[in-house]
């Protein structure tokens, strides 16, 4: 018995797309290192809060090793800060993280390491803000890492 055109045609499309609807990417990993003068980051605090509201968990391991998800489509804030440090703020935009299957391979995990400096190293913070920025290329989808050259991390007893 042979199949109509139209339900042909309906099942050859099912079978083409699915595998690309299986492997949508739904949230983005973001894995990373803390690092200060110090080796042992046990006072160390990241936050990360999410679209302004929800705050993530985060796991900071004593090492300065951290590791937390974000969902796709989101926007964040990453707020790293230790005793005797500036605390640092990064702006992360997942939005266009899952843009094409290259994307998704390479955004499954994104890797980076924040150096939080002594505040006697830098007693005049200057502008206040983030002072990097991870984002996503609309159309490939393609990790994008911008720093901000005119802000630099406040000083932890500033308020």
Same mark, same amino acid.
């Given at each position: 018995m042979r199949l109509p055109k139209s339900l042909r045609l309906l099942c050859a /499309?099912? @079978?083409? /797309? !699915? #595998?690309?609807? =299986?492997? =949508?990417?739904?949230?983005?990993?973001i894995i990373g290192w803390l690092s200060s003068t110090e080796a042992d980051q046990q006072d160390a605090v990241l936050s990360v809060e999410v679209e302004g509201e929800t705050c993530v968990y985060a796991l900071l391991a #004593?090492? *300065?090793?951290f590791a937390f998800s %974000? #969902?796709?489509? =989101? &926007? $964040?804030?990453?707020?790293? *800060?230790? #005793?005797?440090h500036q605390w640092k703020r990064i702006a992360v935009d997942t939005r266009n993280a899952d843009g094409s299957?290259?994307?998704?391979? $390479?955004?499954?995990?994104?890797r980076f390491e924040?150096? %939080?400096?002594?505040?006697?190293? &830098?007693?005049?913070a200057a502008e206040p803000g983030a002072v +990097? !920025?991870?984002?996503? @290329?609309?159309? /490939?989808g393609l990790m994008k890492? &911008?720093?901000?050259? +005119? $802000?630099?991390g406040h000083a932890s007893h500033r308020r």
């Open positions: /499309t099912a @079978l083409l /797309t !699915s #595998p690309f609807a =299986a492997h =949508a990417l739904d949230h983005v990993m #004593p090492d *300065g090793r %974000l #969902p796709v489509d =989101a &926007r $964040a804030e990453l707020f790293f *800060g230790k #005793p005797g299957a290259r994307a998704r391979r $390479a955004n499954k995990d994104v924040v150096v %939080l400096e002594r505040d006697a190293d &830098r007693p005049m +990097g !920025s991870i984002s996503f @290329l609309k159309g /490939t890492v &911008r720093y901000h050259a +005119g $802000a630099i």
